[in-house]
């Protein structure tokens, strides 16, 4: 079956700065990957790339078996990639409904953003209560939510969830973890770029570690036990 996403020997970088040396990784259809590694490993360069932010200098990038490499941004959310991205990316001056339904008019349409807007207060009781407040009030878990939950209700192929739980108290990271299982459950393939061992492992069918730049070790979450909390996680930031 093709993968929903496939990079073959990508390497990337900024400038005169490499990231990524050689990496090759897959998503296959409906299934879950976890992305970890330290802080630098290159992570965040390996999502840019699966969502065409950052063009690969060599390799390619492939999206249900489209070769999609340096294709602009634009073309992969096209193609089924929705990217949430770490940090807050809201529109802080308008309020929590304005937001979602600014972004599913654009991604749904006008017909079915009232629908949508249930579905994103059914899954975010807390953004519910806060509707009608100004986004960039909200605390920072509740501006992760509100950023995640404009993704969620149009279930996109694949799903690429980068560093979502950074900063985030326990009971907010079990929340925005469930709505992701959801959507797993219902056929959504992940990549999840992540620091959070419990989580991540727990969800995930597959796990790819990264070291400086270069896929390390692939394999089941079961078996990657010690491997795992020994050579990362002991610092916060992103790849």
Not at 139 to 152: C, K, N, P, T, W
Not at 165 to 188: F, K, N
Not at 213 to 222: C, D, F, I, L, Q
Not at 223 to 237: D, K
Request: proline fraction near 4%.
């Amino acid at each position: 079956m093709t993968p929903v996403l496939e990079l073959r020997d990508v390497s990337a970088g900024y400038g005169p700065f490499r990231a990524l040396f050689g990496v090759t990784l897959q998503v296959g259809d409906g299934e879950a990957v976890a992305l970890l590694g330290a802080n630098g490993a290159g992570k965040t360069t390996v999502a840019r790339v699966a969502s065409g932010l950052v063009a690969p200098e060599d390799g390619t990038v492939h999206v249900g078996g489209e070769d999609l490499t340096g294709a602009a941004p634009y073309r992969f959310a096209r193609a089924g990639v929705a990217h949430a991205t770490e940090g807050r990316s809201v529109f802080s001056s308008l309020t929590v409904e304005e937001n979602l339904r600014l972004s599913f008019r654009r991604a749904l349409g006008s017909a079915r953003v009232d629908e949508a807007l249930g579905q994103a207060f059914d899954a975010f009781a807390s953004l519910d209560r806060r509707r009608h407040q100004p986004a960039g009030t909200l605390s920072g878990g509740e501006q992760r939510m509100l950023s995640l939950a404009r993704v969620l209700v149009e279930s996109p192929p694949l799903l690429i969830a980068d560093e979502l739980s950074l900063g985030l108290a326990p009971i907010i990271v079990d929340e925005i973890y469930a709505q992701l299982a959801r959507l797993h459950s219902e056929g959504t393939s992940l990549l999840i770029v992540e620091q959070h061992v419990s989580h991540a492992l727990g969800l995930c069918d597959r796990v790819v570690m990264l070291e400086h730049g270069a896929v390390a070790w692939e394999g089941a979450p079961e078996q990657a036990g010690e491997r795992v909390a020994e050579r990362i996680f002991e610092h916060g930031g992103d790849g």
